[in-house]
């Protein structure tokens, strides 16, 4: 079983639907963050979050330390925002030195 | 302040051969980390260096793989004598303190042919 689990791994919707991708892990962490990749393309860091809630134009992010759990939502979605999303945690402890343990990513796409 | 630097953003080689990949981090980022993504699977650590120092190259293949972060220039992944299982995409991230927000490149796709 991966450190980091996601669900669901593909995931498609109409424009402006609603999104929630979930993340568990099994490890105890000092941060999650959430990361987008388009085909091809680099890595842009969405979120990087250790408690509560952040929001950044139509994206949310949701973490629960103590069941060791986050979402991401999008809210009305829109087809540039198809890509994958990936969780990546920054395990806890003195020799994890920030290294990001990755989930499998979830593949969106919205369609017009 | 640019963003991450990778390059090349593509790379050829043929199998023997060597492959370099540099990354610049952001201006005042001493922490540098390096990912490798292969075909259809997910990210995986590779090593992350400071300047002049490898912290922790746990996740470095032992044998043809090494790093580097010298006081001046770019960090420099290289992979000696190449074979085709190395073909992959290779990102590089930097952030200015431990456990801290990590920016990526735009990552080099390396293909040996």
């Known amino acids: 079983k991966n450190e980091v689990e996601q669900s669901p791994q593909n995931l498609t919707a109409q424009e402006g639907e609603f999104i929630t991708i979930n993340c568990s892990y099994s490890?105890?962490?000092?941060?999650l963050h959430w990361l987008q990749q388009h085909p091809g393309g680099g890595i842009v860091s969405l979120f990087m979050l250790s408690s509560g809630k952040k929001k950044h134009g139509r994206l949310i992010a949701t973490i629960n330390i103590q069941e060791k759990h986050s979402s991401l939502h999008i809210t009305a979605s829109h087809p540039r925002d198809s890509a994958v999303y990936i969780c990546?945690?920054?395990?806890?402890?003195?020799?994890?030195?920030?290294?990001?343990?990755f989930g499998q990513g979830t593949i969106l796409t919205v369609h017009p | 302040n640019a963003g991450v630097m990778q390059n090349p953003r593509h790379l050829v080689r043929r199998r023997g051969q060597e492959a370099r990949l540099r990354c610049s981090p952001m201006?005042?980022?001493?922490?540098v980390y390096w990912y490798r993504q292969l075909p259809e699977e997910g990210l995986k650590f590779m090593v992350y260096l400071q300047k002049e120092n490898i912290i922790d190259e746990s996740g470095m293949p032992k044998e043809r793989f090494s790093a580097e972060f010298p006081k001046e220039g770019p960090s420099i992944l290289r992979i000696q004598q190449v074979v085709r299982g190395d073909s992959a995409a290779y990102f590089c991230a930097s952030s200015p303190l431990l456990n801290t927000e990590a920016f990526f490149g735009q990552g080099t796709r390396l293909t040996v042919v």
């Open positions: 990546a945690v920054i395990n806890a402890g003195g020799t994890s030195y920030g290294k990001l343990t």
């Open positions: 201006k005042g980022h001493s922490h």
């Open positions: 490890v105890g962490i000092s941060a």
